[in-house]
């Protein structure tokens, strides 16, 4: 756990997707507003010139873009990114910027992942991008492994995230890391909503609690669950992977959430589905994501606990 100050630069260019900024920033201020500032934020462009984002909001730059290898790099994405990802002077910027860093890292939130790689910074790693980009990545970027199904990867130092949501949740799991699961779950309370309701503000505070357990054996099987819903799970196997017994996983699994294990599991996979959904993925790519075996098991979760159908809640929450 890093304890340190962080500083990160936000690189802004005409187009870009105000909530890829918003929302990633948000969440690494809300992390200094107990008074401990964890976070400096800079905004900044390649001529220190402010920028006119896709809605016409115009964003003033505090520097010009600079190669200092101890800084994060924060990059949006937005119709912009093609033109930026062909801008000459930002892929000189963040190949220098890459090879001087040694602890900076580099995240990149929805479209923003274009522009990495086309600077080559994602070369034979795994990353991820909006899903309306997939074919277009693997395509002109063969040499990145793409995994658009995730909401955000982690490789090493560089990090990507699907869209504006899972840019935030990349953003948590940055405090999560830098300074653990007790601040991560403060931020998240105070800011993120996991899911759009169709009726009534249905709870999901029960995932929110779990997905910051400071209980190792859970955590570990948390993390498990996370990397691989599609598995065949059974309390069994949950209750091998946290290397504890059936009953034992179970008591100490709903003192710390409120619901056992396998619920937790439904619920999860549920959220996912609707991330991606309301994002405007098709339906199958939900299903792949959440683990769900089959789109009649999805469709009975979705009755179960949002009281609609995935076509409706499709119909009613995505953005395409």
Known sequence: MDNSLRLIDVLLFDGLNILDVAGPVQVFSSANEDGTERYRLR????D????????GLRVQ?????????DRDLLIPGGTGVDRAM???????????RFSASKDGRIISICSGALILANAGLLRGRKATTHWRRAQQVRQQFADVLWSTD?????DGQVMTSAGVASGIDLALEVIKIDHGSPLALAVARELVV?????????????????????????????????????RDWTLELMAEVAGLTPRTLTRRFSASAGLSPVKYLERYRLKRAADVLSGGAPVGSAIRVSGFTDFQQ??????????????????????G
């Not at 220190?48 to 809605?55: E, H, K, R």
């Not at 995730?150 to 982690?154: C, D, N, R, S």
């Not at 503000?201 to 929110?208: E, M, R």
């Open 61 to 69: 730059a505090d520097a010009t873009a600079a190669v200092d290898g």
């Open 150 to 154: 995730e909401l955000y990867h982690i």
């Open 86 to 96: 062909h801008d000459g002077s930002i892929l000189d910027f963040l190949a220098k």
């Open 194 to 230: 996991y899911l759009k309701r169709t009726g009534g503000q249905a709870q999901f505070a029960d995932l929110l609690e779990a997905q910051f357990s400071s209980d190792r054996e859970l955590g570990r099987l948390l993390d498990a669950l996370r990397d691989n819903p599609e």
């Open 298 to 319: 999805m469709q009975r979760a979705f009755k179960r606990h949002l009281n609609t159908t995935v076509g409706e809640y499709r119909e009613k929450f995505a953005d």
């Open 48 to 55: 220190g010139a402010g920028i006119t984002s896709s809605c």
């Open 43 to 46: 905004f900044v462009t390649m």
